[in-house]
């Protein structure tokens, strides 16, 4: 990743009341600035949206992490698994590789039905949740993948993210199975609002989080996380969607400075130095507004949440410069001013241009000598 609960089985009846990726769903990649304690054994079943979920499963291969994460009550329950269903065990097969030592609890009154806590992963969740999507087996509906840190973790067009230990990486698996209007960005809104929701109802941080256009996540003027999304569709139905949210909680990653992200850093440094641990804050109050937000796409489509997020951007108004979207040291002036607004698809709408930008990379302020030296290697 940036690299990204479950119900009993006799509560919601046959598979017919579960949905998952549908083989040969036709994959589309929207991800970043493109605009264009129960049995075990049991066969667990996501319901169809609005069915409601009565537990979760958690999954750890270290419950000392997880413990870190999850509510006491919850930790406290872990104990030695004995199985999974057949639809759940390849996941964790590939996320976990040996299952024989693996721990797990029921989360009670919780929206996702799958939780899978790992301590380190040796690659993105992220992507892997992708290949299972799109693989003839599928993946069941609430799949949250958290791993503690990991290599091989990415951002947008496959940028390095740096996943240390004591943030949030998570990878999540949603099917919706019905048409979405403006798929194309509905997730990325989705999943930047979520984080910028969240965040904003940590005591200590509210309002302090903001858009930076078009998948960055700022506290002040640093950077602290970043999402991506991917879709999967059949016609206009969305058969599949894979979110990407990372979040530097409890430590800053040592990142070079760029023009794009000018600073990075945690949420830590916006709160008391000797205050508790606030992981499983961010992760419980960002599956909440993961889950709130999902039911309102469902139900009344992604206007409302476009709105939301154009509330929550710290782009409009402000004068930018936007660069092509290729490596640090080759980018090309696109175009320099005010951004008047963000348009039905997120393009960016600027003072004294016809056209709206749809894609790039973007710096808050005039910035152009500064980008054109870095460009040539004429600057500091």
Partial sequence: MLSSPNPEAEAFGTPDNWRRTTPGSKARSVSGVDCSQGGEGLVYRFPCPGAGVKFMKVYTDSPPFAAAFLPSEVAGGLVPSAGAGPEVHPLLKGVFGNTDTLHSARWRDAFFPHLLLSEFSLGSQYDHLIELARSEAGLPNGV?????????????????????????????????????????????????????????????????????????????????????????????????????????????????????????????????????????????????????????????????????????SMVVGEDVTICTDASDQTQEILAEGRVLALGENLELVMEDRSEPILGGRLVMGRRLPEIEARATGTGE
């Fill in 144 to 312: 949250v993948c958290l791993a503690g840190s990991g290599s091989g973790f990415h951002g947008f067009k496959g940028r390095s993210w740096a996943a240390v230990p004591g943030n949030l990486h998570l990878a999540v698996h949603l099917t919706p199975n019905q048409p979405i209007d403006r798929f194309g960005v509905a997730f990325t809104i989705l999943a930047a609002l979520s984080v910028a929701d969240a965040l904003n109802q940590i005591a200590g941080l509210e309002g302090s989080a903001r858009i930076k256009w078009v998948n960055d996540i700022l506290l002040g003027e640093a950077k602290v996380g970043g999402i991506l999304a991917y879709t999967q569709s059949q016609g206009a139905t969305v058969t599949s969607a894979v979110l990407g949210i990372g979040v530097n909680v409890e430590t800053t990653p040592s990142v070079e400075p760029t023009p794009f992200v000018p600073r990075v850093s945690s949420i830590r440094d916006f709160l008391p130095e000797d205050g508790p641990d606030v992981r499983g804050t961010a992760l419980g109050k960002v599956l909440k507004a993961l889950e709130e937000n999902y039911r309102t796409l469902l139900k009344d489509g992604v206007s409302p949440l476009l709105e939301r997020y154009r509330e929550n």
